[in-house]
């Protein structure tokens, strides 16, 4: 199809091509991630610029109106109860595969994983609790123990081709469980009162969705009015809406529904005949690929693949525009519990992930059989486990959810930003120098085999 598109549209494919190899680049998502977070710091300490301040232009209301139903929600608000419900649709999607096929698949393969991630989310808990139980505010807890898995895989992909496949396989596997135990914390600590009949009507929403799969109901559009319902509803329930994204993602089938194997079998003698025609059948021959294609693909493969794009390139660092920007001057460290919080943050991420990571793998392996994957080390798990230490995305959208008082939101923020950086750098820095000695190594035995 896309060669279609190019011959059709030649101005269009040498425009967008650049974007798209842009896009392909394995950190590109971190690096636009990075872009945005600079213009939000840049925005809101630039008092007096042509821009609208930065607050006040998030906080502008916009309100959807149909028929007596109204919804009046900030910019900010909608970023961060609809566009992130995208965000952790996308997220549970990912969990969910990640369980029945992926990295966790299996009791082996999810031991140490499950075991990292535990002791990567209680650590980072118990250093911020340590720290602002005396003078801070100790409402933060969670917000250093959240990793942001597409920016710690983004910084991965720094190092190259070099990178052993466990370790990526590992992080993403550890971050994985952390987005559950977020979802979870979330859903527990970080909802508001609850009601009780908007809670009846997304169970309801929830069993018509299930009931729609059992009636082979396909079309997406149906699907996402009901989930917009169910969104509505959590988001009047005082459970976080976020939540109802994770509830659909679950809901999503990872098989392929059952018509389409039947169409795979009549297009399956039908391409044949289609390659022996003339070339003018080159058409329809991709067309008839791409639906075989796509007829391939479950529902769970075709939204992880279609919404990937999107959180990547646009909520994320939406998100980060709005909720990333901390004007300096508000700032006062001399108030004992901006600076707690600050410090708990930022230090929870940096020694508290890596240390509960480290910490609990090495009591797995202590006290049971379960060895380290084949290719990591101590010293590169210890690089991992500082990776993991950018909570970012999730540990700024805890924030928001954990802290009313705005400068020690802020505080908190300007902690997260300086850890989650400290922790990027060192996690890249250690794992560079155990790539240069394992390559030190190799040509060591080459020599010595020589």
């Known amino acids: 199809m ?30 636009v991630l990075v872009i945005a977070t600079a213009l939000a710091l840049l925005w809101a300490n630039s008092a007096g610029s042509l821009l609208p301040g930065y607050a006040d232009f998030w906080n502008t209301e916009l309100s959807l109106r149909l028929g007596d139903v109204e919804l009046s929600l900030s910019l900010h608000e909608w970023i961060d109860e609809a566009l992130m419900a995208l965000f952790f649709f996308h997220v549970s999607l990912e969990v969910k595969y990640e369980f029945l096929r992926g990295a966790l698949s299996t009791r082996d393969k999810a031991v140490l994983p499950v075991v990292a991630a535990l002791g990567g989310m209680l650590a980072p808990v118990a250093v911020f609790l340590i720290l602002n139980l005396p003078a801070g505010d100790p409402g933060g807890w969670a917000v250093p123990m959240a990793t942001d898995v597409a920016f710690a895989i983004a910084l991965l992909t720094l190092l190259g081709k070099r990178v052993p496949a466990s ?46 799969r059992r009636a082979g109901v396909h079309a997406f559009l149906v699907y996402w009015l009901v989930g917009a319902a169910i969104w509505l509803a959590m988001e009047k329930s005082g459970v976080h809406p976020t939540v109802a994204g994770v509830l659909l993602g679950f809901l999503t089938p990872l098989s392929t529904p059952r018509h389409t194997h039947s169409y795979n079998e009549q297009a399956a003698e039908r391409i044949p005949h289609l390659l022996r025609e003339a070339p003018s059948s080159k058409r329809r021959l991709l067309e008839e690929l791409e639906r075989v294609r796509r007829g391939a693909l479950s529902p769970l493969n075709i939204l992880q693949h279609r919404l990937e794009p999107w959180v990547l390139f646009l ?15 508000e700032i006062s460290l001399a108030d004992n519990a901006s600076l707690w919080v600050l410090v708990g943050s930022g230090v929870g991420l940096v020694v508290g992930k890596p240390l509960g990571i480290v910490t609990a793998v090495r009591l797995a392996t202590l006290l049971s059989r379960t060895k380290l994957p084949d290719g990591l080390s101590w010293s590169a798990l210890t690089g991992l486990g500082l990776l993991a230490g950018v909570g970012f ?33 060192a996690g890249l820095g250690l794992l560079w120098l155990v790539l240069h000695k394992n390559d030190e190594n190799w040509v060591a035995q080459s020599e010595d085999v020589a």
């Open 2 to 31: 896309s060669d279609v598109t190019s011959d059709q549209h030649p101005l269009a494919e040498r425009l967008l091509r650049p974007i798209r190899r842009f896009a392909a680049y394995g950190p590109s998502s971190g690096i």
């Open 167 to 212: 370790w990526r396989a590992f992080l993403l596997a550890l971050a994985v469980i952390d987005d559950v135990g977020t979802v979870a914390v979330i859903a527990l600590f970080y909802s508001a009162k609850i009601t009780t009949i908007p809670l009846l009507v997304v169970a309801f929403g929830l069993a018509l969705v299930y009931a729609m």
């Open 315 to 329: 909520i994320m660092p939406a998100f980060a525009l709005a909720n990333a920007g901390v004007d300096l001057s």
């Open 393 to 425: 995305t999730i540990a700024l959208f805890l924030t928001s959810l954990a802290f009313t008082d705005p400068a020690i939101a802020s505080a908190a923020r300007v902690g997260i930003l300086a850890g989650s950086l400290i922790a990027a750098l």
